[in-house]
């Protein structure tokens, strides 16, 4: 693979957008912290992100900018990537009273182009309180109503533009980037079906001969890098834990697909163990870590000493939490697969994590390409400590079959009437509280439940699925039907944030 364009992340929270945005547009991208300048190797182009802080601030984040110029490649600034070329550059930055946050209108001038094929006006989105200056040297690209400068090139290769091109509120955002991509000599191309030839070739040589288990739990992540170890020909023990924590039926599921894919999986039922432990336990912290190492134990136990390398199916925006570490994200919840055992092996060199370059949809279209069937591929994400997050409170076996038969009627009829595949997930939750209710001419006294349906581009924030209420009506008669234990069925409303997607 050729160098990839280099996004340098200073902290906005559409950084990762313009990765996609450049994938989706045929080239091949990666994030960058602004101190890793030098190990992009010699990027085609390179994008400055916008950022949380304001370049007056005296440790404002900053770029070795020497450097940057000798790269003699064209460099776009974004928000806070703009200011801190303008400064660069000799203008000036202002502090600004106020947040300017939200729509704007560009009005581009004639002949630039990073603006061509716009229309005479646009909307972009803007995020900033800070205004620039501009050095005398230059030139306005575009203005907004106001007349104020929202683009303006430096020289010959630096551009700097105010606005959010990789947010879909901006029209022409993507027009704006592979206009400046244009720019660039020979950016490396990059699509799934090449993407997976170097993959299956990287992966091959990354193993060289070694024994690999890999642990596979029916997920899209996990399922795809089986096919992908599969398909490269290796050497590998794929493990399936039951942790009697999963959906209705989930466990025969799993072993048909597979078997299916022709891959033999080995199955462990830990289901009892597992509720064992989760006994009389209801912090969520304190169920997800039990959790999480009994996972482990059970897992590295059934694997014994005859692992060489451990595959795990880590994605790229896990990568880049990871890397950007301390980040509120990765510490409102612990997720599992960052235990002690794991992180051992790491330092030991000896996990893979052949899928860690790519996004999840990314992900989704390799495995179209190896073969999986859609079921799998277009499959809700499902967390790993599985339906005890849904439980909030004392996980029971009673509880967990209530939800299992709910959430079987639900996505049974999202599947029906053609939802599925517009919701990023949906799932039911047991609400640890009975209410009275009437079932049959008898007062009953059952468990309320509640339904969540989200729509999110990559689960950093979600909007309720606005499900309409036909539809909603027609699952909650079904499951107030069906599903013994609850006698009342609500629609969770809330975004995230503040809420989770998740209840624990
Ligand atoms: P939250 O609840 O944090 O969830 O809004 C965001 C996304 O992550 C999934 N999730 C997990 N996935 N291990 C995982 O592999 C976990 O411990 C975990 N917790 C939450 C969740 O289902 C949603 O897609």
């Known amino acids: 693979m050729q160098n990839a364009i280099a996004v340098i992340d200073f902290g906005s929270q559409y950084t990762q957008l313009i990765v996609r945005r450049i994938r989706e547009l045929g080239y091949f991208s990666r994030l960058y912290q602004p101190g890793e300048l030098r190990e992009t190797g010699k990027p085609p182009a390179v994008i400055l992100s916008g950022g949380p802080r304001s370049t007056l601030e005296p440790d404002a984040p900053d770029i070795d900018f020497d450097y940057l110029r000798e790269l ?68 306005i690209l ?48 990059f699509t799934i079906d090449s993407f997976k030839d170097e993959l299956l070739a990287q992966t091959r040589e990354q193993v060289a001969g070694r024994k690999v288990v890999c642990g596979v739990s029916g997920g899209v992540d996990s399922s795809v890098l089986a096919a992908l170890l599969h398909e490269a020909g290796i050497d590998t023990r794929y493990i399936f834990v039951d942790t009697g924590l999963l959906r209705k039926n989930e466990s025969a599921e799993v072993n048909e697909l597979f078997k299916q894919v022709g891959i033999g999986i080995e199955t462990i039922d ?57 980040s509120i994200a990765s510490t409102i919840k612990t997720h599992h697969n960052r235990v002690d055992r794991i992180m051992e092996l790491k330092a030991e060199d000896r996990v893979i994590e052949p899928l860690h370059e790519l996004f999840k949809d990314e ?118 039907n069906e599903v013994a234990g609850v006698n009342r069925v609500l629609y969770d409303i809330s975004t995230k944030p503040p809420a989770s997607i998740e209840w624990e």
């Open 72 to 139: 003699n490649v064209p460099v776009l600034g974004v928000c806070y990537g703009m200011q801190l070329l303008n400064l660069k550059f000799g203008g000036g930055v202002k502090p600004g009273n106020t947040r300017e946050y939200g729509p704007a209108t560009l009005l581009p001038k004639d002949g630039s182009a990073l603006f061509e094929g716009l229309t005479d006006r646009s909307q972009i989105w803007m995020s900033h309180s800070d205004t620039c200056q501009r050095p005398d040297s230059a030139t």
């Open 142 to 189: 575009g203005e907004n109503l106001d007349g104020i400068p929202v683009a303006l090139q430096f020289d010959d290769r630096f551009f700097g533009i105010q606005f959010h091109p990789e947010v879909s509120h901006t029209d022409h955002g993507k027009r704006v980037l592979e206009n400046f991509l244009g720019l660039a000599e020979d950016p490396p191309e």
């Open 270 to 326: 830990a289901s009892e163990k597992f509720l064992g432990a989760l006994a009389g336990e209801s912090d969520p912290e304190e169920k997800r870590r039990i959790i999480g190492r009994l996972f482990v134990e059970v897992f590295f136990d059934a694997v014994g000493d005859d692992v060489e390398l451990l595959a795990q199916g880590t994605l790229y925006p896990d990568v880049i939490e990871s890397a950007t570490s301390g």
């Open 363 to 480: 992900v989704r279209e390799l495995g179209r390409v190896l073969g999986l069937p859609e079921k799998v591929v277009g499959r809700h994400p499902f967390p790993g400590p599985g339906l005890a997050v849904r439980c909030p409170g004392e996980v029971t076996e009673e509880k967990l079959e209530i939800i299992r038969n709910a959430d079987h009627v639900f996505i049974d009829l999202l599947h029906q009437r053609d939802w599925y595949d517009h919701v990023w997930q949906a799932y039911a939750a047991l609400i640890p509280t009975k209410t009275v209710g009437v079932k049959g001419d008898e007062r009953s006294y059952e468990f309320a439940l509640s339904l969540r349906a989200v729509t999110s581009e990559d689960a950093m924030t979600a909007e309720w699925a606005h499900l309409p209420y036909e539809l909603l009506g027609e699952i909650s008669n079904r499951i107030l």
